[in-house]
């Protein structure tokens, strides 16, 4: 515990020798993402290119680890020292525009020729509202579907890939063969964000929400997780895995099913060794309500920038490079008005299609300021049913009383 | 003056550099962040109050709020088995280790060196490792286990509630064993080799020497080992994030984990430190009951 602190105030300390920039006469903004840490990515390219081109204001670019990225923010925002344009994971962004400590863009984006929010589709829009007004601006976006191995639904004679929640249960109890170390489905219930993001659009799917996870159908879909848990159609280790290794049973062949995001893709092409196909996921009744998980970023400008019209102008630069998005970085852009160009890879651009779909229906984490609370609510509840310490219906319930709690 | 710097050098005034530097070092390393740690658990805190000491009183709403979590009992208990069990099983196979090194057969020093490599590692890396040997599907162990035909079944170590709390203590036993088991070899090491032939010639069999001799003597090496271990073992983050995060459903959760959990995953600043207040009340218990039981003893 000594430690955290001590840490704390280094960084404070560190933060104040941050402020002493050298004065110049161009006007300096300071934007703070993730990308570039291991690879090139959208916030380091395209900082480097506008300053390329621009003199009058340059962008002072800085990494920041994934897992450190909202602490750095807070520290640096407490002690006077945020960066003027952040890029942040969706589920965070309410933690700070909900408590007005992002700018409030609402008019700037209304009289900007480059942002438009009919461009958006309304999931992620929706992250970066609160109460009405506009504090940020999507950047890109995923979200998860189902993808399945054709070879082995073809071995199994099943022909299509499971429409409802039900019809997912017997169809991953097919699928599976122990004597090939096939598990019939695999997804990510583990102890952290990952287990949320998987679990909350089948909530939603049963006409819930994160202010209200106990519906009867949410109870009812855990229910089914559990079946498949408890079945072996699914290895129980799904309550440690992440989503990138969970998928990757999936590309080796042992599961039959995946449930996970366009990220994988690239991944996939390599390392299966087999057709496969993406479905979008199945929905509690043929044809009923669908959703989706919400991933992605997006950017906000702080309320204290000392320079809001400059950060806003290097915001526009930064949206008007979407097109780019895709092609150039692999990330689906958040917008309807973009088409994605054809890669040449059969596979890959046939599960692209579905994944804009999908798109379509995903909702946010929230938004909500406590949304990590909420999130570790929901995956406590999850993983307490599906290892049997409680009920569905009891687990959910309590997570709705912690969760009533936060929410008021 | 003169007198006064001569006093410096040599003498009241030169204790009391020492003793002030000393001081200094605490307050400024230890002190200050406990206090501050102490006083946050005491506050509302929130991001526009995160860089200011001065922050809303919140009295024990806090302390309150922490009990109140439903997860809070379950954590405790994880506490103390993690922490028993860890000790346990550092202490009683370091101890058989020291033990079995100081019959001084050839090359006993060099292995006893080589077992320092699990204490050279970073806790990352050993819960890395362990994460592979302690997979479900895959893992090492239920390889072995299955090959040796003590279990048909998977074990799913890091995933079943059962498991997954031992998981992460067998892990942290391994890391801690070559640190116990070298310092109980110093311990040994000087216990003078004429107790034991004087013993030797009373007719004392192997059973009594230990207990007549190595264990009496070896009394304040074991206190000052159990304490590093309690801490050391309070203090372990790293092998949670890495094999188990807390999880399934907080069955791995101990209260180190949790009050980071709180801070850096939840930003909940105040309840972390509350937490963190809380495991240090339980180590000052600790250590006053430990201080106590050896007041009255002579140290070898």
Redesign the interface.
């Known amino acids: 515990m000594k430690l955290r602190t001590l840490g704390l105030m280094a960084g404070i300390a560190l933060g104040a020798l941050g402020m002493a920039v050298p004065a110049m006469a161009q006007t300096v903004i300071k934007v703070w993402s993730i990308d570039g840490a291991n690879a090139p990515g959208v916030g380091d390219t395209l900082s480097k290119e506008f300053n390329d081109a621009n003199t009058d204001i340059q962008i002072d670019y800085r990494i920041i680890q994934f897992d450190d990225i909202v602490n750095e923010a807070l520290r640096a925002f407490a002690t006077g020292n945020a960066p003027d344009i952040i890029s942040l994971d969706n589920p965070d962004f309410a933690l700070f525009s909900s408590r007005g400590a992002f700018l409030d863009i609402t008019d700037r984006v209304a009289a900007s020729s480059v942002i438009k929010t009919d461009n958006y589709f309304e999931g992620p829009l929706n992250s970066v509202m609160w109460d009405g007004k506009l504090y940020g601006v999507p950047k890109y976006t995923d979200t998860i579907a189902l993808f399945y191995n054709k070879d082995l639904f073809e071995k199994a004679g099943i022909a299509e890939p499971p429409k409802t929640w039900g019809e997912l249960v017997d169809t991953a109890a097919k699928l599976t063969d122990p004597s090939t170390n096939t598990y019939g489905i695999t997804f990510s219930a583990r102890a952290g964000e990952e287990g949320t993001f998987q679990f909350l659009p089948w909530i939603q799917m049963a006409g819930g929400g994160y202010e209200n996870v106990n519906v009867p159908g949410a109870v009812e879909a855990l229910d089914y997780w559990k079946a498949m848990v408890d079945s072996k159609s699914a290895s129980q280790d799904v309550l440690s895995l992440g989503q990138w290794d969970s998928t990757g049973t999936f590309n080796s062949g042992n599961a039959a099913m995946a449930v996970s995001g366009p990220w994988e893709l690239d991944r996939m092409v390599e390392d299966a060794k087999f057709d496969w196909g993406v479905a979008l996921l199945p929905t509690q009744t043929e044809g009923g309500p669908r959703s989706s998980a919400l991933g992605g970023f997006n950017y906000g400008i702080f309320a204290n920038s000392k320079n809001p019209d400059e950060a806003f102008k290097v915001l526009e630069f930064f949206i008007s490079q979407d097109e780019r998005l895709f092609p150039d970085f692999s990330s689906l852009p958040a917008r309807n008005d973009i088409a994605l160009p054809e890669t040449g890879i059969a596979l890959k651009d046939a599960a692209l299609k579905v994944f804009q779909e999908q798109l379509q229906y995903a909702q946010p984490r929230g938004p909500h300021p406590e949304w990590q609370k909420i999130s570790k609510a929901i995956y406590d509840a999850m993983q307490a049913a599906l290892t049997g310490q409680m009920s569905a219906k009891d687990a959910l319930d309590q997570a709705q009383a912690t969760i009533q709690g936060i929410v008021g | 003056m003169s007198r006064i710097l001569n006093s410096m050098r040599d003498g009241v005034g030169f204790d009391l550099i020492l003793v002030g530097a000393a001081m200094v070092f605490l307050v400024a390393?230890?002190g200050l962040?406990?206090v501050?740690?102490v006083v946050m658990s005491f506050q509302q805190v929130?991001?526009?109050?995160?860089?200011?000491l001065v922050r809303p009183f919140a009295g024990f709403t806090n302390y309150v709020a922490v009990v109140q979590q439903?997860?809070f009992w379950l954590v405790t208990k994880n506490t103390l088995i993690f922490v028993f069990a860890s000790m346990a099983g550092q202490f009683i196979i370091g101890f058989a280790l020291a033990l079995f090194f100081a019959q001084n057969f050839p090359g006993a020093a060099t292995i006893r060196g080589l077992f320092l490599v699990s204490w050279v590692m970073p806790g990352l890396v050993v819960g890395g490792i362990w994460s592979f040997i302690l997979?479900?599907?895959y893992g090492v162990l239920n390889a072995i286990l299955k090959g040796l035909g003590l279990t048909q079944a998977?074990i799913?170590w890091?995933?079943?509630?059962n498991f997954s709390l031992w998981s992460v203590v067998i892990a942290n036993i391994w890391l801690g064993l070559a640190f116990n088991m070298l310092l109980l070899s110093v311990g040994l090491a000087a216990i003078p080799r004429d107790l034991y032939e004087a013993a030797e010639l009373d007719g004392a069999n192997a059973f009594q020497r230990f207990w007549t001799i190595t264990l009496p003597m070896m009394r304040p090496t074991i206190g000052a080992v159990l304490s590093l271990g309690l801490i050391g073992t309070l203090q372990q983050f790293d092998l949670f994030p890495a094999l188990?995060?807390?999880?399934?459903?907080?069955?791995s959760n101990v209260a180190g984990y949790w009050?980071?959990?709180m801070?850096?995953?939840?930003?909940?600043f105040a309840k972390?430190?509350t937490i963190?207040?809380m495991?240090?009340v339980l180590v000052l218990f600790a250590s006053v009951v430990y201080v106590r039981s050896t007041r009255h003893e002579v140290r070898g």
């Open positions: 390393l230890a962040p406990l501050y740690n929130d991001m526009f109050t995160l860089g200011s439903p997860e997979a479900g599907d998977t799913f890091k995933s079943d509630p188990t995060e807390g999880g399934p459903a907080n069955t009050a980071w959990q801070s850096f995953q939840l930003y909940d972390g430190a963190s207040v495991m240090f």
